[in-house]
């Protein structure tokens, strides 16, 4: 992850909607378009050493183009982030117009933090297209199934059998497309290769992690287990020490870690004389899983940055 390593002379601010864009350089705001003649001409004009926007649902997109093609930094906050710092000012109030103007100050104040975009790997981008799709279709799968076992669903079961069979068959596809893709992106065959090595990980696994935590082997281990959502945070104060809690980070990260957690948890896996000495300290069954999990993160994070391949 790259990150400025001088203060910023002018930040801008941008609130990003389906076809408007609203800017604050702090002083004023204004809107233009959301079009890439537009951008082009508002980033040329006020010459921005950053640039501060929130994801859209990929309507920043031509911004983040823009703004690669002429040099400017540019930081994708996160949202939730962004809403902390506005309403630590008392700001209660939601308007473009405001949104823009914290995100501004957001960039001037939280500079050296904020991790610049990058623009991602097109293979990676199909990867992560094709693992959300498949974990929407599931999404229908479960609550076809659910539909399925309620009272009411008895007379339409031939209904809800023909779309869970048609959803199985398009999750197969989707499935084939990815193993596909990975085989014929170098870059991905070798770090599904690497995740793969690890005895408790299977090729969807890895396809998910690569996926929707493309920066490990980018990171510190506390940095890729904070951001996967595994890593324990104290809750202390004065002479008490409380239970640390997992918190934060990407929900799907840890939701994909589980089942290999589980699987350890079983005695199977190269993590699973790890999980049985944390049992044998007096670590309770969910504590040693949650570790079991952040110690697969650390591991991958450790392998992909060394491109490292375990010799069997």
Known sequence: MAFLHQQPQLCLGLDIAKDTITASDGTSTWTIANKRRAIRACLKSR???????????????LLLEECLRMGIACHRADTLKVKSFIRSFGTHGKSDAIDATMLRAYGRERWEKLSLWQAPDLDELRLRALVRRRQELIAIKGAEKNRAKAPSGRDLAASFAAVIEAVDHQIQAIEAAMRELIANSSTL????????????????VAAKLLAILPELGSMTRRKAAALAGVAPHPNDSG??????KIRGGRPDV????????LRAAAGHGEFATFYKRLIANGKKPMVAIAAVMRKIVVTLNARLRDNLLPQS
Request: glycine content about 12%; aromatic content about 4%; charged content about 25%.
């Open 189 to 204: 065959r070798q770090r599904a290769a690497i995740c793969t090595a690890m005895d408790s990980l299977g090729p969807i």
């Open 239 to 244: 002479l008490k020490r409380g239970y640390r």
């Open 254 to 261: 840890r939701s994909t870690l589980f089942m290999p957690a």
């Open 47 to 61: 010459k921005a050493d950053l640039v501060v926007c929130e994801p859209t649902g990929g309507h920043e997109g």
